[in-house]
């Protein structure tokens, strides 16, 4: 009796030995399949993020490739009297080497350049396969205060405007560059003009659908602030901004990213619904130079697709 | 909406309305006869009365001020005396007189950077104080990532400002030539922002119409805001006015403050000025 009695102990004993090391290897290969689908999804994760930032960076060493022409026109100009037709030459020629520019001008404070001119500036534009020249001197368009004048006037320094339709000037909508510079009359730096550089939305719009498309997003571009410049519905570009959207949307998360994007804060973060689709991520990255940001909306069955 | 719904046509009015904006010069197109009517500044069209344009009121439509200044908190800008010193962005080319006699009242000396509109130049921080429409540009900057808390508000309003705004007015000639046509008007301009208000939706699809033909940036979030902010503008909470009529006591304070300040030395009778529909009836 006590023979078969240690008989079924040990069987027992053998039985949880078995279940446990069942137990223990199941623990183990489900763990491991979890820890793969983690790992995976960190891994695409960050894959789309490196990604996004290289398209930003992308972008940013054209922006700062186009800030580079009107600067080293404002220093010549700080310390040599052109003449209208080398202006003219001096413009035609960085719209010939720069695609991506529509069009540039030399806005002078009043009486600076000529005597009796209280408007002068000459300004080059492309108009279909040429380039044209005008002067922006109709009193109604006053360059004085538009905002592509008066703020780096104001700021005694180079900045990006935000995107605007040009009514009177380029007749598009651009964002324009503008660099001020000054002439010394002897005692001090006197302010004497504006340098700017246009630089066409929609061949911003052109390069941020390709980001979109190959990275199976959507991808939107937005100003410093937070207006949509590019974007797949194109009734937001312009009139939209990334704030506006939060409010008509209910995704009060835009409005975070876009206060992120203002502080030139990149990241990530999920989106519960958009566009009657649950599990969107959105990730987004600044463009430094003009503090621009790139965001781009993927849904969760697009995270594996690259 | 006045237009839209038909409402001048049913008061036998034909009506073509011309866009405004900071380029137009309002009083020359009442002056030259470009325009029969035309939406002025209380503060502006007394001014413009004082120094020989015989225009009249013949209708108040804003009964309140609605013109703010406003500072970033983070410029350390917390009282009126803060000012001192600091950069301010104000239009150029409306509402001047009553920056300038704001800024005299409370004795500021400050670097007035003169602007066409928008509050961009505030946003990049070339200026540390701008002047914003509460109905408008204040949502602007709303809809550009500031929050309100972020914001030090001043309305003039708080400092004895509370001027009613957009009033409809024709020269004298043309309201005693016809002051029936100019009863029709007011009371079907009237009838044109109570169906605005009574049908949010509809107007705010009309509005983006007109927007978009303009190249103008249009969205509903703001709409919606502009929208709902003209019910208090119109009639506000606990003032005892009709609409479309002008008190006397809002007239003797804008008059007193421009007289005050320097910008005008006279100006006509409250009769003279006001020819207000309800008046005459």
Redesign the interface.
Request: charge should be negative.
């Given at each position: 009796m006590s023979n078969i009695k240690n008989l079924k102990q040990d069987i027992f004993r053998l039985m949880i030995v078995v279940i446990s090391i069942m137990g223990c290897l199941l623990i183990f290969f489900v763990g491991k399949l979890v820890y793969k689908a983690i790992s995976k999804k960190e891994i695409m994760i960050e894959y789309h993020q490196n990604k996004l930032s290289a398209e930003a960076r992308r972008i940013n060493t054209i922006i700062e490739s186009v800030q580079k022409t009107p600067q080293d026109l404002a220093y010549i100009l700080e310390f040599h009297n052109a003449e209208l037709s080398e202006m003219k030459i001096l413009m035609e020629s960085v719209l010939f080497n720069n695609e991506e520019l529509y069009g540039g001008a030399i806005a002078y404070e009043p009486y600076m350049f000529h005597k009796d001119s209280l408007y002068y500036s000459p300004y080059v534009y492309r108009r279909g396969d040429t380039i044209v020249s005008t002067n922006l001197n109709d009193p109604?368009y006053n360059y004085f205060?538009?905002?592509w004048y008066?703020?780096p006037k104001?700021?005694k320094k180079s900045?990006w405007?935000?995107p605007y339709?040009d009514?009177g000037g380029g007749n598009l909508f651009m964002s324009t560059y503008s660099v001020p510079f000054f002439k010394f009359d002897g005692n001090k730096e006197k302010f004497s003009g504006i340098v700017t550089v246009d630089v066409s939305i929609e061949w911003i719009m052109n390069a941020v659908e390709s980001i979109g498309k190959m990275m199976n997003g959507r991808a939107i571009l937005i100003s410093?602030?937070?207006?949509i410049i590019s974007a797949p519905n194109k009734n937001w570009i312009?009139?939209?901004?990334?704030?506006?959207l939060a409010?008509?949307l209910n995704l009060p998360v835009l409005?975070e990213i876009?206060?992120d994007l203002?502080k030139g804060i990149s990241g990530l973060r999920e989106i519960n619904e958009f566009e009657n689709q649950k599990n969107w991520r959105a990730f987004y990255s600044s463009i430094h130079a003009n503090k621009w940001g790139l965001i781009l909306l993927l849904h969760e069955s697009q995270l594996y697709k690259q | 909406m006045a237009k839209e719904k038909g409402i001048y046509k049913r008061y036998g009015l034909d009506v073509n309305i011309i866009a405004g904006g900071y380029t137009k010069d309002v009083p020359t197109f009442l002056k030259e006869g470009k325009a029969d009517f035309a939406i002025m500044y209380l503060s502006s069209a007394l001014k413009e009365r004082a120094t020989g344009t015989e225009l009249v009121n013949i209708g108040q439509i804003f009964q309140r001020s609605e013109i703010m200044l406003v500072a970033k908190k983070k410029s350390g800008i917390n009282s009126v005396q803060d000012f001192n010193g600091k950069k301010i962005a104000v239009w150029r080319t409306v509402l001047g007189e009553l920056t300038s006699g704001f800024f005299l009242k409370h004795n500021i000396k400050a670097s007035v950077i003169n602007i066409n509109e928008g509050v961009n130049i505030f946003l990049k921080d070339a200026v540390d104080i701008c002047e914003v429409m509460y109905y408008n540009e204040y949502n602007s900057l709303i809809n550009f990532g500031i929050d309100p808390e972020e914001l030090n508000k001043f309305y003039l309003r708080d400092y004895d400002m509370n001027f009613p705004e957009d009033g409809i007015y024709c020269m004298e000639q043309t309201f005693k030539k016809d002051p029936e046509l100019c009863r029709k008007f007011v009371d079907a301009s009237i009838e044109g922002w109570n169906y605005a208000i009574s049908n949010p939706e509809e107007c705010i699809q009309v509005v983006k119409r007109f927007q978009t033909q303009e190249n103008v940036v249009d969205n509903k979030a703001h709409a919606e805001w502009m929208l709902n902010s003209m019910k208090d503008l119109i009639q506000p909470p606990g003032k005892k006015v009709i609409k479309g009529e002008l008190l006397k006591s809002d007239f003797d304070n804008v008059l007193h403050f421009l007289i005050e300040s320097k910008f005008i030395d006279s100006a006509p009778e409250f009769s003279i000025f006001s020819r207000g529909t309800l008046k005459h009836e």
């Open positions: 109604e205060y538009k905002d008066l703020i104001t700021l900045t405007s935000e339709y009514e410093e602030n937070g207006t312009y009139n939209e901004t990334i704030f506006t409010t008509e409005r876009g206060k203002q | -």
